[in-house]
């Protein structure tokens, strides 16, 4: 995919699972925090099985409704 591509899928991802108003907010606020994405997604599972992640999905999805993939 090109860069545009990307862009446009990941705005597209976000407004269909946050809507309109809170996709535009996560823009902004990534824009304006120094944030490192590659580091902050390395630590993100840390010290948690794949049985345990898994299973946090899998609540995830029932208590949201989301089981449609991305």
Do not use: C, H, N
């Not at 990534?30 to 590659?38: A, G, N």
């Not at 390395?42 to 999905?57: D, H, N, P, Y």
């Amino acid at each position: 995919m090109t860069d545009t591509e990307i862009k446009i899928k990941g705005l597209e991802v976000l407004t269909r699972y946050m809507g309109s108003v809170e996709a535009e907010k996560f823009v902004s606020l990534i824009q304006r925090e120094p944030f490192d994405y590659t580091k902050w997604r390395a630590t993100l599972f840390e010290g948690m099985a794949g049985e345990e992640i898994s299973r946090k999905a899998m609540e995830y999805r029932k208590t949201t409704g989301k089981d449609e993939g991305l």
